[in-house]
């Protein structure tokens, strides 16, 4: 695992959620974010978690219990996924850096494994929908790459797409990995699904093939 860092991106507003930030929100007994850390803490080195300023003090609470860290205030408010990147990749001293949305609690960490290996002569790792879609928030980065990329964007008001296009990324079908590492939590009938999705892992906790 020697160089390999995680990233949790957490600063969203849940607007589609209701008024619980979501993050907190639980699955099996345990908030998303919590799960999230520590999926993605079995295939790295060390994990931080980016969000707002106003999450720091309940993020640093439910975070005391899982493998994180520490917690990275985003720097420009309401930026996006962009504004967490740009903080987390500041933070972390690895050279490759997986990066997770907290909302997708069943990230699978043998599909940010697999990242890993093909981001080595790349600068990027990223799945990719049958549509052309990029998923660029559970996807492995160039650290150092991906940090000098968005500093050329001299903001965070672009898109993690756009960041992308300056790079040289390997894409990967998302239909080479199991369908649940890639769901996603945005409203509260989504939590449920993966409540759903989440009956289907074996006692081990791994997901396994649809």
Do not use: W
């Amino acid at each position: 695992m020697t160089g390999r860092a995680g990233l949790v991106l957490a600063g969203g507003r849940s607007r589609r959620f209701g008024q619980k930030d979501k993050a907190l929100a639980t699955l099996d007994g345990d908030p998303l974010l919590g799960r999230v850390v520590d999926r993605v803490s079995t295939v790295v080195d060390e994990v931080v978690v980016s969000c707002r300023p106003a999450q720091v003090d309940p993020f640093t609470d439910v975070l005391s219990s899982t493998a994180a860290d520490g917690v990275v205030e985003d720097r420009i408010a309401d930026g996006g996924p962009l504004a967490g990147l740009e903080a987390g990749l500041d933070s972390v001293s690895e050279p490759y850096t997986a990066v997770v949305a907290c909302d997708m609690p069943l990230v699978e960490p043998a599909v940010l494994a697999d990242l890993f290996e093909r981001a080595v002569d790349a600068d990027a790792a990223v799945p990719k929908h049958a549509n052309g879609q990029l998923q660029p928030v559970q996807a492995v980065y160039r650290t150092r790459a991906m940090r000098a990329a968005i500093g050329r964007m001299g903001s965070c008001d672009g898109s993690v797409h756009g960041v992308l296009e300056s790079l040289s990324v390997v894409t990967v079908p998302v239909e080479s990995f199991p369908k649940r590492s890639f769901h996603n939590v945005n409203t509260r009938r989504d939590l449920v699904a993966a409540e759903h999705r989440f009956d289907g892992e074996n006692s081990d906790g791994e997901i396994r093939l649809e």
